[in-house]
């Protein structure tokens, strides 16, 4: 018998746009139950240095609401493994701009130990929340 499939996709989803989508939809197609993190805003200031345009509870709604994902949950821990503990994901998904990187390989070995795959997606190139924020400067 073969074991259930677990999705996580964690990220800001800030400035939901079409790079999420294709993340989500590309995450649920290689599992059997798709768990999406939403970062919460304090965590993303700290990380970044900026406050996200949309506040958590509007992006957890958004994320909520995309047939591709099963479950949402607010992720504010630092610590993969805490994370794997709550959630118990088989497979962990993030966007190959991680691939080879540093923190990507140090992802890969920390999950390896407790026999979880990281799956790389293709990164969406022609938009992002970055470049959203940068658009959106310009104009105001």
Not at 12 to 27: I, K
Not at 89 to 97: C, N, Y
Not at 106 to 134: K, M, N
Request: net charge neutral; proline share 3%; with cysteine.
């Amino acid at each position: 018998m073969s074991q259930r499939k677990i999705g996580y996709a964690r990220g800001a989803f800030d400035l939901f746009h079409v790079g999420h989508v294709n993340l989500l939809r590309r995450a649920r197609a290689a599992c059997d139950y798709l768990v999406v993190g939403v970062v919460p805003d304090e965590t993303l200031t700290a990380r970044k240095g900026m406050r996200p345009v949309v506040p958590l509870g509007e992006r957890v709604d958004i994320v909520r609401s995309m047939r591709f994902v099963d479950e949402v949950v607010v992720d504010a821990s630092d610590d993969v493994m805490e994370t794997w503990r709550q959630v118990g994901f088989t497979h962990f998904f993030k966007g190959d701009d991680w691939r080879g990187t540093e923190k990507g390989q140090a992802l890969e070995a920390t999950l390896s130990q407790v026999g979880v795959e990281v799956v790389y997606f293709p990164y969406t190139t022609t938009t992002s929340s970055t470049g959203l924020r940068r658009a959106l400067d310009m104009l105001g």
